[in-house]
């Protein structure tokens, strides 16, 4: 299996927009609108890391992968991040993690080959030059082969 066209995959599902690649590339990404509202799915170079036996130092047939990925929706650079209605946490960034981000969680959870290790989830603001708003988050992902 390969992590990327599984994660793929998943947001293609959930009508999300994917892009893999460095955050420099990712960065030159434009929204089709002002008012777009699409959740857009940035997944950074994926690190690899088969486990070996302690004992015989073959393959134990388990890959771990680690990394970040974010997700994201287009914001206006003027709103503020709290304490009115239409803010970016209302607006942006609790969306994801009380909906979107739970629905792609149980996309994941359902792939018998792989395991979720740790998720660590963090506010983002007005990342890239579009001045998207959502969670970033540093994944440890473990495969059975």
């Known amino acids: 299996m390969n992590l990327v066209d599984k994660l793929r995959e ?14 420099d590339f990712q960065n030159l ?17 994926v690190r690899r890391s088969p486990e070996y036996s302690n004992d015989s130092g073959m393959p134990t047939g388990e890959i771990y992968y ?28 609790k969306p994801k993690l009380d909906k ?6 149980n996309n994941l959870i359902c792939v018998d080959e792989l395991q979720i290790v740790r998720f660590d989830v963090t506010d983002a603001i007005n ?10 988050v540093n994944y440890k992902i473990k495969e059975y082969l």
Request: charged letters at 25%; zero cysteines.
């Open 10 to 23: 998943i947001t293609k599902g959930l009508g999300w927009q994917f892009y893999y690649g460095r955050r």
């Open 29 to 45: 990404i434009e929204t089709e609108s002002e008012n777009d509202n699409t959740n857009y799915f940035f997944l950074d170079p």
């Open 66 to 93: 680690t990394g970040y990925f974010m997700v994201l929706t287009k914001s206006d650079l003027d709103q503020t991040y709290d304490n009115q209605d239409s803010d970016k946490w209302t607006k942006h960034i």
């Open 100 to 105: 979107a981000f739970q629905e792609f969680q």
């Open 127 to 136: 990342v890239f030059s579009e001045n998207f708003d959502g969670i970033l």
